[in-house]
């Protein structure tokens, strides 16, 4: 395995999950705040949850931002939605599946996918933690991206580029420490010139802190001169640079 650090011009990257017909309004607008800075962002979309039963609005407006610039990632399957402390003692959906399992989960998606009119090759497990199994899966699956809580990994060369997530925690006594964490280490990372991945819920965005604080965080890594990209732009940029 070959690991390449951030390198010395600092990369930003956002990405966004939580994305229904309940919080569409809030994902909307996050991606005009982003959109005002020159900021593309990551949509996580877990094919069984996020498509299930949703109005056409939603998946348009999925379409619509892939057709802006802002990039899809698979988030998993059918992993429940993110409901905070009612799941988090609960595994992660690929965090311990074996390859076969994995592959069997993978396909299923490929289907719902397709169903759904929908198209990526990188993927994002829940919670960040992908098993060895299914980083297999995933390139016998024909992806070409894993995101993971540590790094991103391209699974055509194995090469995992080292950045932290950064996103907020569960509970809102700890709130504000969450949201002037994640200010302080986007701005850490910018300075050093390391990768700046900033992860948000649609559920986080409902309150006035944790929406800030993001904000903030954008805005001071790009005072750094931090590149903003996407998750799949990443690896397309680190390819130009080695041809």
């Not at 420490?177 to 910018?190: E, S």
């Not at 800030?212 to 931090?226: E, G, N, P, S, T």
């Amino acid at each position: 395995m070959h690991v390449v650090m951030g390198g010395v011009s600092a990369r930003l990257m956002v990405s966004l999950s939580g994305i229904n017909a309940w919080t569409l309004d809030r994902a909307a607008d996050l991606s005009k705040e982003l959109s005002v800075r020159g900021v593309p962002f990551s949509m996580l979309f877990a094919p069984k949850i996020a498509g299930a039963d949703q109005p056409g609005m939603v998946l348009n407006w999925v379409r619509e931002q892939q057709a802006a610039g802002n990039a899809l990632l698979q988030h998993g399957y059918d992993h429940p939605a993110d409901t905070r402390t009612r799941t988090i003692r609960r595994r992660a959906e690929f965090a311990s599946l074996p390859a076969h399992e994995a592959k069997l989960r993978l396909t299923a998606s490929a289907t719902t996918m397709e169903r759904l009119n929908l198209n990526t090759d990188a993927f994002v497990p829940p919670r960040w933690v992908a098993s060895p199994g299914t980083v297999l899966a995933l390139r016998h699956k024909g992806f070409i991206l894993c995101a993971d809580l540590m790094g991103i990994r391209d699974l055509r060369t194995d090469y995992v580029h080292r950045g932290r997530v950064q996103g907020f925690g569960f509970g809102e006594r700890t709130e504000p420490w969450w949201c002037f964490a994640l200010v302080m280490g986007a701005a850490r990372a910018a300075r050093k010139g390391h990768l700046v991945r900033l992860a948000v819920d649609t559920a986080d965005l409902s309150r006035s802190g944790p929406r800030q604080a993001l904000l903030d965080a954008v805005d001071i890594a790009l005072h750094h001169d931090a590149t903003p990209v996407t998750y799949p732009a990443l690896l397309t940029t680190q390819t130009a640079r080695a041809a």
